[in-house]
């Protein structure tokens, strides 16, 4: 992976998670805003029925308490008949706009009924096993009537005449009319469940009958077992509500009814709905900016550390001033500066280095020539001073040291020509005619040329030519030359005898000659030097044999190196290109 793509998916892994945390963040806030806010809407509900339904109670109370202090009652009291009153109470509740109206004697008989005048003469256990009913107040009930039984808000008071006693009932029924009383913001809803067991439970609304009313139950099951007020959230989605439930006790604190408050998610829902499109519209933008940035930056960045890259490569290659643009002043102009420099101390430095070798190798020539020509220097020295005192001295000998001089002569002066021409070869290097060359063929025909010579020298020949070799690009009389240096230089390097491997490895792209011996080896220093003109490690020789092998192997595109110990031999491996 790339740095560039690696800085791309960074950019776009720290705006994507930057945008998610922001969306939850915002999420989380929202959600709990709204639903501190539904908390207050339906506690203001819960407390506007409560002002309600004190209110309703304070005014059936007065309403009762008038009634039950009218002539009209007073006079039913002391009535030792009570057939002419059965029609009383409906005219009575009217008037005082009561829904409920009852006058039931003290024995708990029904005088009369306004919501049930076929009543008359029932009993009203309830109330005659009850005293104090002034001071209760408005409780709620259970009431049985014509059309099924209600959930009431009513009231009773006792009126004494004499030794008589008449209780006084009234109220409301708590149903749609009482709920559609009260002010409910939009999205929520006050539902009243009556647990009225004569006739089943009911489920009402200010509009009528609850349509979905299986959602509320785990709500009414935990008020039922718990009889204290909760607050679930029931339904999934967009129909999920909000639920705060009041339970509705009776006289005697037995369950009779749940008031349940409900208030809709859906636009709670709606609106995470609207944060999480967004967000993924942000985050789809951000990334793409993100990605364009990254882009941009990644290129400001990855374009100079390509250019130095490659100016790194061309160094590499041999072309030291190579040198890279500085376009800014931060830190990749900073190195960019900085490469500069180095190549150009680079290049400096391998001046002075080639002066130091070109010193050196002028040096090193000198000596050489000194040392080739000074062997045979001293023997024509000795020749021609014997010649000049054979001449002075004895003159009847002088033919026979005169023949015996010129002979030596000659063949110093071969030396020396040979010295020469040792030289001038070197020199005169021509340029190698590249054409296929089927290297396994050389190295068969070195063998057989060099056979007699190594069997002289008890070295035992072994040779691994890859069959599958194919030809190289090369010159064939100067690969041979190569070859042949080799071979010489590792007879050389076995005067007790021993092995020596010439081995051939062909690769795809390139082709590999070894020539390994079982010599005394070199040293790393030895090995170093080792391709220096005019270096050897003979007590004879020029030192230019090497260095020949190198400049061929070099004038053919090849590299060569040598691995040796002391003791253990030496390899030189040279590395071709395949044709």
Same mark, same amino acid.
């Given at each position: 992976?790339?740095?560039?793509?690696?800085?791309?998916?960074?950019?776009?892994?720290?705006?994507?998670?930057?945008?998610?945390?922001?969306?939850?963040?915002?999420?989380?806030?929202?959600?709990?805003?709204?639903?501190?806010?539904?908390?207050?809407?339906?506690?203001?509900?819960?407390? &506007?029925?409560?002002?309600?339904?004190?209110?309703?109670?304070?005014?059936?109370?007065?309403?009762?308490?008038?009634?039950?202090?009218?002539?009209?009652?007073?006079?039913?009291?002391? @009535?030792?008949?009570?057939?002419?009153?059965?029609?009383?109470?409906?005219?009575?509740?009217?008037?005082?706009?009561?829904?409920?109206?009852?006058?039931?004697?003290?024995?708990?008989?029904?005088?009369?009924?306004?919501?049930?005048?076929?009543?008359?003469?029932?009993?009203?256990?309830?109330?005659?096993?009850?005293?104090?009913?002034?001071?209760?107040?408005?409780?709620?009930?259970?009431?049985?009537?014509?059309?099924?039984?209600?959930?009431?808000?009513?009231?009773?008071?006792?009126?004494?005449?004499?030794?008589?006693?008449?209780?006084?009932?009234?109220?409301?029924?708590?149903?749609?009319?009482?709920?559609?009383?009260?002010?409910?913001?939009?999205?929520?809803?006050?539902?009243?469940?009556?647990?009225?067991?004569?006739?089943?439970? &009911?489920?009402?609304?200010?509009?009528?009958?609850?349509?979905?009313?299986?959602?509320?139950?785990?709500?009414?099951?935990?008020?039922?077992? &718990?009889?204290?007020?909760?607050?679930?959230?029931?339904?999934?989605?967009?129909?999920?509500?909000?639920?705060?439930?009041?339970?509705?006790?009776?006289?005697?604190?037995?369950?009779?009814?749940?008031?349940?408050?409900?208030?809709?998610?859906?636009?709670?829902?709606?609106?995470?709905?609207?944060?999480?499109?967004?967000?993924?519209?942000?985050?789809?933008?951000?990334?793409?900016?993100?990605?364009?940035?990254?882009?941009?930056?990644?290129?400001?960045?990855?374009?100079?550390?390509?250019?130095?890259?490659?100016?790194?490569?061309?160094?590499?290659?041999?072309?030291?001033?190579?040198?890279?643009?500085?376009?800014?002043?931060?830190?990749?102009?900073?190195?960019?500066?900085?490469?500069?420099?180095?190549?150009?101390?680079?290049?400096?430095?391998?001046?002075?280095?080639?002066?130091?070798?070109?010193?050196?190798?002028?040096?090193?020539?000198?000596?050489?020539?000194?040392?080739?020509?000074?062997?045979?220097?001293?023997?024509? !020295?000795?020749?021609?001073?014997?010649?000049?005192?054979?001449?002075?001295?004895?003159?009847? &000998?002088?033919?026979?040291?005169?023949?015996?001089?010129?002979?030596?002569?000659? @063949?110093?002066?071969?030396?020396?020509?040979?010295?020469?021409?040792?030289?001038?070869?070197?020199?005169?290097?021509?340029?190698?005619?590249?054409?296929?060359?089927?290297?396994?063929?050389?190295?068969? !025909?070195?063998?057989?040329?060099?056979?007699?010579?190594?069997?002289?020298?008890?070295?035992?020949?072994?040779?691994?030519?890859?069959?599958?070799?194919?030809?190289? @690009?090369?010159?064939?009389? !100067?690969?041979?030359?190569?070859?042949?240096?080799?071979?010489?230089?590792?007879?050389?390097?076995?005067?007790?005898?021993?092995?020596?491997?010439?081995?051939?490895?062909?690769?795809?792209?390139?082709?590999?000659?070894?020539?390994?011996?079982?010599?005394?080896?070199?040293?790393?220093?030895?090995?170093?030097?080792?391709?220096?003109?005019?270096?050897?490690?003979?007590?004879?020789?020029?030192?230019?044999?090497?260095?020949?092998? !190198?400049?061929?192997?070099?004038?053919?595109?090849?590299?060569?190196?040598?691995?040796?110990?002391?003791?253990?031999?030496?390899?030189?491996?040279?590395?071709?290109?395949?044709?």
């Amino acid at each position: 992976m790339t740095f560039r793509t690696r800085l791309l998916m960074i950019f776009t892994v720290a705006v994507a998670a930057a945008v998610g945390l922001v969306e939850w963040i915002v999420s989380g806030t929202t959600r709990d805003a709204f639903e501190r806010v539904e908390t207050k809407r339906i506690n203001g509900l819960v407390a &506007q029925f409560r002002r309600e339904f004190h209110r309703r109670g304070d005014e059936i109370v007065r309403a009762v308490n008038a009634v039950a202090e009218s002539d009209e009652v007073l006079s039913t009291a002391l @009535a030792s008949d009570f057939a002419p009153y059965y029609g009383e109470a409906s005219s009575i509740a009217q008037s005082n706009g009561l829904e409920l109206m009852e006058l039931v004697a003290g024995d708990g008989a029904i005088i009369s009924s306004a919501e049930w005048p076929a009543r008359f003469g029932y009993k009203e256990d309830w109330l005659s096993g009850t005293s104090g009913w002034t001071s209760r107040g408005a409780f709620l009930r259970r009431e049985e009537l014509p059309d099924g039984a209600a959930l009431a808000l009513v009231a009773v008071a006792e009126v004494t005449a004499g030794d008589r006693k008449l209780y006084v009932t009234g109220g409301q029924r708590i149903g749609r009319e009482f709920l559609s009383s009260l002010v409910m913001p939009e999205g929520m809803r006050v539902l009243l469940y009556q647990d009225l067991s004569t006739t089943g439970a &009911q489920f009402l609304d200010a509009s009528g009958a609850v349509l979905d009313p299986g959602m509320f139950f785990p709500v009414i099951h935990e008020v039922q077992q &718990q009889r204290r007020e909760t607050t679930q959230t029931v339904g999934t989605g967009a129909a999920a509500e909000i639920v705060h439930a009041l339970p509705l006790a009776g006289l005697d604190n037995g369950l009779l009814g749940i008031l349940l408050v409900s208030s809709s998610r859906r636009e709670l829902v709606e609106m995470e709905a609207s944060l999480h499109s967004t967000g993924w519209m942000v985050a789809a933008g951000g990334i793409l900016v993100g990605m364009l940035l990254s882009w941009w930056a990644t290129a400001r960045v990855t374009k100079p550390v390509r250019a130095l890259a490659v100016s790194s490569e061309k160094v590499a290659a041999g072309n030291w001033a190579a040198s890279v643009p500085v376009t800014s002043n931060d830190e990749m102009g900073q190195l960019a500066r900085a490469f500069n420099r180095m190549t150009s101390e680079l290049v400096a430095q391998r001046e002075r280095l080639l002066q130091a070798e070109r010193v050196a190798a002028w040096k090193e020539l000198a000596r050489r020539l000194a040392h080739e020509l000074k062997n045979p220097l001293f023997p024509l !020295q000795i020749t021609v001073e014997n010649m000049r005192r054979a001449h002075d001295s004895a003159p009847d &000998q002088f033919e026979e040291v005169f023949r015996e001089g010129t002979g030596t002569l000659l @063949a110093e002066l071969g030396s020396l020509k040979q010295i020469i021409s040792r030289f001038s070869d070197f020199a005169k290097m021509p340029a190698p005619d590249l054409r296929p060359v089927d290297l396994n063929q050389l190295v068969s !025909q070195a063998a057989k040329l060099f056979e007699p010579q190594l069997a002289a020298a008890h070295i035992l020949l072994l040779t691994e030519s890859d069959p599958n070799l194919g030809p190289i @690009a090369g010159d064939a009389d !100067q690969l041979t030359r190569v070859l042949h240096n080799l071979i010489l230089n590792a007879i050389d390097a076995m005067p007790r005898g021993g092995e020596l491997t010439i081995r051939t490895i062909g690769q795809s792209e390139r082709t590999t000659l070894e020539v390994s011996d079982t010599g005394q080896g070199l040293t790393p220093e030895e090995c170093d030097r080792l391709f220096t003109p005019y270096y050897t490690t003979k007590t004879h020789g020029t030192g230019l044999g090497l260095a020949i092998v !190198q400049s061929v192997v070099s004038d053919h595109k090849g590299r060569i190196s040598v691995s040796s110990q002391p003791g253990k031999g030496t390899t030189f491996r040279i590395d071709l290109v395949a044709a």
